[in-house]
């Protein structure tokens, strides 16, 4: 990168010009070095969020760095700068919303349950994010089903969805009642399902309304067949 590259980075995004394996390291000491450090890192949020969105309302092949720009206010050198490409920072975009699907779920405490009451709490607390979060799987299937979609990308998704299926596994397997990871992914694909069939309704309706019969036929098979 040239200086000329460098300056248009902005004081938003530009973090000094360190290599790009640099970036991740810990802020400068220097005060105003740290003010822009700091800067830097909460403008790549914002344009990670602003980039969910954009992709959940247009599809991926909609969304293009002229746009991310504009609607952020950064400078089309700035996001090449910082992110490298459109692809990495979908990639990034597509990790980030895995991360907090994870984050908001929060099923590690589920182990410290009666199995039944797992079962109760994983399908109410899907149920909660996707009516607080309606967009979340329109970003996933956008990207997945687009055939824009790097291969990088599609990487991220597949991992992130064998790691929701771990997750599972071990919040609601036992010694007594294990879940398998066939099972996980079928319990996964019940929630993809009731989205869907949710959100193609118009998404107005209580979504444990579509979610009610997944669960009831789930804990039919894992708990009565204990």
């Known amino acids: ?4 590259q460098e300056g248009a980075a902005g ?25 822009k450090y700091r800067r830097g890192l909460e403008t790549r949020q914002r344009v990670i969020e602003l980039t969910k969105s954009l992709i959940a309302e247009h599809g991926y092949g909609e969304v293009t760095l002229d746009r991310i720009s504009a609607h952020a206010g950064v400078a089309k050198s700035s996001l090449l700068w910082h992110f490298g490409s459109k692809e990495m920072l979908l990639a990034e975009a597509a990790v980030s919303l895995f991360q907090e699907i994870e984050i908001s779920l929060g099923l590690g405490d589920l182990q410290d349950m009666p199995v039944s009451q797992r079962v109760d709490d994983l399908f109410a607390r899907v ?17 997945l089903f687009s055939g824009n979609t790097p291969q990088t990308v599609r990487e991220h998704i597949r991992e992130s969805w064998a790691g ?25 694909a019940l929630f993809h399902g009731c989205y869907c069939h949710w959100y193609a309704n118009g998404g107005q309706e209580d979504i444990s309304l579509y979610l009610g019969p997944a669960k009831e036929m789930f804990r039919q098979w894992f708990i009565g067949a204990a």
Do not use: C, Q, W
Request: glycine share 6%; aromatic share 2%.
């Open 1 to 4: 990168m040239n200086s000329a």
């Open 11 to 35: 004081p938003d995004l530009a973090l000094d010009a360190a290599a790009p394996e640099a970036r991740t390291e810990a802020p400068p000491a220097r005060t105003g070095a740290t003010t």
């Open 127 to 143: 149920a909660d994010y996707f009516t607080r979060h309606p967009e979340t799987k329109g970003i996933v299937l956008s990207l």
């Open 164 to 188: 929701h299926v771990r997750v599972m596994v071990e919040a609601l397997g036992t010694a007594d009642r294990p879940l398998s990871a066939d099972m996980g992914r079928v319990l996964l």
